[in-house]
């Protein structure tokens, strides 16, 4: 590609709306404009940049013996009423209706169009597994859409799902797409961390995310580093680790007799059934009064509300505020809490700890706190310990270690779903005894438009991004110094520039006529990782200039060795 062919519009400054250094530099470098809240036109200079991180899921997924199909972003309604997830979703779907007043939705996630699918095509035992994906456009009318595409409301996705007759062959290439998501991060040339994860909105049973590692990111993750050990904090979260703390010593300090309780006991106490969308708990007692619940997800919330939970039922639910000035914390952290008047008093050791520093932060007199676990049901016990109030320095769940915390962005996430859809929309096959089964499903998704965010999140420096030549926009700028002032820049230019070319190297020519600070200044803010510069004064010598986009310094080289210093 040539400059002056090619369209680059670069900014000075960054728009004010860009918080993070990648949403500043994504808009200074013209690879994205902003449209309206959530929604972001990829530019020719963005898009190839997304298709590059595409190119590599693909063929990712094709390796794994996934088979790429496209489903359509509107679906109807129908299949999600199938499957109960009409009224579950929530505000994230967008919903819509026909001329004829059908409802229809702008696609959140496929499960249900692919199950679908599966149920009209698949009807023995020997056609599977199956493993089907596609890279496709999804809508989610977040809640607060930000950081450019890396929260946005219309994002490219790739959601892969795979059919099967057991669990064995489900967890088996479950394995092998955890091994390709691996592949494509490290292909793209990201530092990242996979952890057992929560299912959220999608369901199933085990799960693990993959992280980009980056303090900007929204998750907090707790792992070891002497052990296997990984886990995203969310997986019962209800309070932030990157709050100020106290010392657990300290915590532990105003605390007499704690007693180790047990998820039954506390049940059993509360008539509370154990079950999966309760996932967390947290009572804090004065004097043995229960003051605060702290109840993670909505669906806790839905089934106080609903008064499923009767020994909840005389639970006020008090306003964010009030439970942020109890706690004197920060907006955005807490969610659904409820209020009681009854008197319990059970203490769990760990989550002390992470309870008193807020405690301690709002100089409040003395307090018990309990915290129970109620993810007991998951698979992977190990793994989804409960870890909910972690801090740097816990000892781990796996008896290896101590715990370190980092904060991660979400940019693949892997599910074992089991039966969840396949029993409701009625997915079944015959199995080798001529019996209908419900399969086995998985499904996993990787958000291709958030890793360009999240790539430059983690490479970036005072110049610009630092693309890794996997996904650059272009790998090699050969800029000319007196393009058209000198025939011999021009002709060498022209000869390097079309030898890379014929090397099979993404390279563009800067023939625009700049000087040259304008030029290297653009080639720098948009990441390109190898630069060459063609100058009279070097060609005299037969030389040009190398410098690769991390290097301090410019050095000579032959003319002769350009293309092979790239390749
Ligand atoms: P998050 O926790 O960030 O909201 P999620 O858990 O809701 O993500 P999944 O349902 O697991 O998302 O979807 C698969 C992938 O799609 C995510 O791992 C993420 O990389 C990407 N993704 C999800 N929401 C968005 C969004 N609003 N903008 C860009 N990418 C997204
Ligand atoms: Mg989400
Ligand atoms: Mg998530
Ligand atoms: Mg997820």
Excluded at 545 to 564: F, G, I, K, M, N
Aim: include cysteine; hydrophobic fraction near 40%; charge should be negative.
């Amino acid at each position: 590609m040539r400059t002056s062919q090619f369209f680059l519009s670069t900014l000075k400054e960054a728009p004010n709306e860009a918080e993070l250094p990648s949403h500043k530099l994504m808009l200074r470098a013209g690879l994205i404009k902003r449209l309206g809240s959530g929604l972001y036109t990829w530019m020719p200079l963005g898009l190839k940049v997304l298709r590059k991180v595409e190119a590599v899921v693909r063929d990712e997924m094709n390796k794994a013996g996934a088979l790429e199909l496209l489903m359509p972003a509107v679906q109807p309604a129908e299949l999600w009423q199938e499957s109960g997830r009409w009224a579950l979703f929530g505000p994230q779907m967008l919903k819509i209706k026909d001329r004829h007043d059908r409802d229809f939705c702008f696609g959140p996630t496929h499960e249900e169009v692919i199950t679908d699918i599966a149920r009209a095509e698949i009807k023995s035992y020997k056609q599977l597994p199956l493993n089907f994906f596609q890279i496709q456009t999804k809508f989610r009318d977040e809640i607060r859409p930000r950081f450019g595409v890396m929260r946005a409301r219309e994002f490219v996705m790739k959601d892969a799902y795979s059919f099967h007759t057991e669990q064995p062959s489900l967890q088996a290439t479950y394995d092998v797409m955890y091994k390709a998501y691996s592949n494509v991060f490290t292909r793209l040339g990201l530092k990242f961390r996979a952890v057992a994860a929560d299912t959220g909105a999608i369901g199933g049973d085990g799960s693990h995310e993959f992280h980009v590692l980056a303090d900007s990111g929204e998750d907090a993750l707790a792992y070891c580093p002497s052990s296997e050990y990984a886990a995203n904090c969310e997986l019962a979260a209800a309070l932030p680790p990157t709050a100020p703390r106290a010392q657990p010593a300290e915590a532990m300090r105003d605390v007499d007799t704690p007693k180790q309780t047990t998820c039954e006991q506390v049940a059993e106490l509360l008539d509370i059934p154990l079950s999966r969308t309760v996932k967390s708990i947290v009572l804090m007692s004065t004097d043995g009064q229960l003051q605060l619940l702290l109840l993670r997800g909505d669906h806790a919330l839905n089934e106080i509300k609903a008064g499923k939970l009767p020994g909840l039922a005389d639970f006020r639910f008090a306003t964010e505020e009030e439970i942020r000035g109890f706690f004197n914390c920060p907006p955005g952290f807490l969610g659904p809490v409820g209020v009681d008047r009854s008197r319990i008093r059970v203490i769990a050791d760990h989550t002390v700890a992470a309870m008193s520093d807020f405690v301690v932060g709002a100089n409040k007199p003395k307090f018990h706190i309990a915290g129970v676990n109620w993810t007991r049901d998951l698979p992977e016990p190990d793994l989804v310990a409960d870890i909910r109030n972690v801090v740097a320095g816990d000892p781990s769940p796996d008896g290896k270690g101590t715990l370190e915390i980092c904060r991660g962005i979400e940019v693949g996430h892997i599910f074992q779903l089991r039966t969840k859809y396949s029993s409701a929309m009625g997915c079944t096959y015959l199995d080798k005894d001529g019996k209908t089964q419900p399969m086995e499903m998985g499904c996993y998704g990787i958000g291709v438009s958030r890793i360009v965010g999240a790539s430059i999140e983690q490479n970036f420096d005072e110049k610009g991004i630092l693309f890794p030549a996997a996904m650059a926009p272009f790998v090699v700028a050969v800029v000319p110094v007196g393009y058209y002032r000198s025939e011999q820049v021009k002709e060498a230019a022209d000869k390097l520039y079309a030898e890379l070319l014929a090397a099979g190297v993404d390279a563009v020519l800067d023939d625009r006529d700049e000087r040259p600070g304008v030029m290297f200044a653009d080639m720098e803010l948009i990441g390109i990782p190898h630069r060459i510069t063609v100058g009279e004064r070097g060609l005299k010598n037969g030389e040009i200039e190398y410098q690769a986009r991390t290097d301090a310094a410019a050095s000579t080289l032959p003319l002769a060795e350009a293309v092979a210093q790239i390749k």
